[in-house]
T-cell receptor
């Protein structure tokens, strides 16, 4: 049973470009969460999605950031017009149910904005 | 507001000693408290968790205690080994019906041989 997959593992973008981060949950999991980890800091909740629905996006910046989890395919975290402050590790996690189950984390995508 | 405070931020112990990390949370309705270990450059991995219907849980050298009245929980690692060196995060699920996992700021544990 493959774990949570994320790609790319490393992404370099110049200021103003777009970044697309992908997350495939564990098989059988339909709940996906995105977290951001700035260097030397903890994990900050960004958004919680189920298939085709955003359940809680209270941790997402209001502008430039969006997330989706389509019926088919991976969840996507999209950052438009990236700035240097967006440089961070972005982790995706998945869980089997939405009732306080263990969340399994992916390996993360390390975004560097030049 | 939703907040988890974690102390200390760094902890240095000698191999074989015990290590204790403490967390407090703000939402009295929280009922699930996982602990994650993150090695440098790697993903967070669950090492132990506790639900609010128990006060203590053990797994070999690791134990977690929960005091719901005081809204704090602690991680205890006994007989520490160099491979225990990592950053440890506590977390709490906050009420509102959804799985919003709020993390503490982390504790960097260094175990010296």
């Amino acid at each position: 049973n493959a774990g949570v997959m994320q790609n790319p593992r490393h992404l370099v973008r110049r200021r103003g470009q777009e970044a697309r981060l992908r997350c495939s949950p564990m098989k059988g999991h339909s709940h996906v969460y995105w977290y951001r980890q700035l260097p030397e800091e903890g994990l900050k909740f960004m958004v919680y999605l189920q298939k085709e629905n955003i359940i809680d996006e209270s941790g997402m910046p209001k502008e430039r950031f969006s997330a989706e989890f389509p019926k088919e395919g991976p969840s996507i975290l999209r950052i438009q017009q990236v700035v240097r402050g967006d440089s961070a590790a972005y982790f995706c996690a998945s869980s089997y149910s939405g009732t306080k189950d263990e969340q399994f984390f992916g390996p993360g995508t390390r975004l560097t904005v030049l | 507001g939703e907040n988890v405070e974690q102390h200390p931020s760094t902890l240095s112990v000698q191999e074989g000693d015990s290590a204790v990390i403490k967390c407090t949370y703000s939402d009295s309705a929280s009922n699930y408290f996982p602990w994650y270990k993150q090695e440098l450059g790697k993903r967070p991995q669950l090492i132990i968790d506790i639900r609010s219907n128990v006060g203590e849980k053990k797994d070999q050298r690791i134990a977690v205690t929960l005091n719901k009245t005081a809204k704090h929980f602690s991680l205890h690692i006994t007989e520490t080994q160099p491979e225990d060196s990592a950053v440890y995060f506590c977390a709490a699920y906050f009420s509102g019906g959804y799985n919003k996992l709020i993390f503490g700021a982390g504790t960097r544990l260094a175990v010296h041989p």
